[in-house]
């Protein structure tokens, strides 16, 4: 059976399509309005070996911030919507992702239970229209939304491309083994019999 959702969501704010396959290689479409943002979608799509979808526009006049928010809120919906009961998964993922000076690590629960454990420090400023904490707000959203634990952490780098982009890899690649199909798992990996 395909692990696959679809979520729509329109405010005043913004309007978000997500189309998610979780058997995928990357492909897909991003298009939000937010290039820098586009291209890390991009990795995560290609690192957790998801087929992706996503078309934003939003308000970008007054920033980027509820675009990037309410895609990840998107994102994290359809995660929880293509997961299912969760029966069959490996549940936990992590990763460190270096990217020259720079070096990300995320680690993952499919719990159930939706938190966002953010840690280190980016310099002040915007790549793009992409302001820095834009990354901590995203994979908030994506958590919560997801229903998952999700700890990140930048843990050294100075060029804060660098940074940003390791820790979408890291989460990429911590998603890609918590979300993969373990062969020997008879049911839901837990001994309450559920992840909701």
Do not use: Y
Not at 11 to 27: C, F, N, P, S
Not at 86 to 112: H, L, N, Y
Not at 169 to 180: E, G
């Amino acid at each position: 059976m395909a692990r696959t959702a679809e979520i729509d969501r329109s405010t005043r704010e913004t309007d978000v399509h997500v189309a998610l396959r979780l058997e995928g290689d990357g492909r897909g479409e991003r298009e939000t309005g937010v290039g820098f943002f586009d291209h890390m979608l991009d990795l995560l799509a290609r690192h957790a070996r998801l087929e992706l979808h996503v078309r934003a526009s939003g308000d970008l006049h007054t920033g980027a911030h509820h675009t990037v928010e309410d895609v990840g809120i998107c994102i994290g919906q359809a995660l929880d919507r293509a997961l299912g009961d969760r029966a069959g998964i490996g549940r936990f993922g992590q990763a460190t992702v270096p990217m020259d000076e720079a070096r990300a690590a995320c680690a993952i629960d499919i719990s159930g239970r939706g938190l966002c454990v953010f840690a280190g420090t980016l310099p002040a400023g915007a790549i793009g229209n992409f302001d820095h904490e834009l990354l901590e707000e995203f994979f908030r959203a994506l958590a919560v939304n997801a229903k998952l634990t999700l700890h990140l952490t930048l843990e050294a780098g100075s060029n804060a491309h660098h940074m940003i982009e390791s820790a979408f890899k890291a989460a990429a690649r911590a998603l890609r083994m918590a979300v993969a199909l373990d062969s020997t798992e008879r049911g839901v990996p837990s001994t309450k019999g559920m992840l909701r």
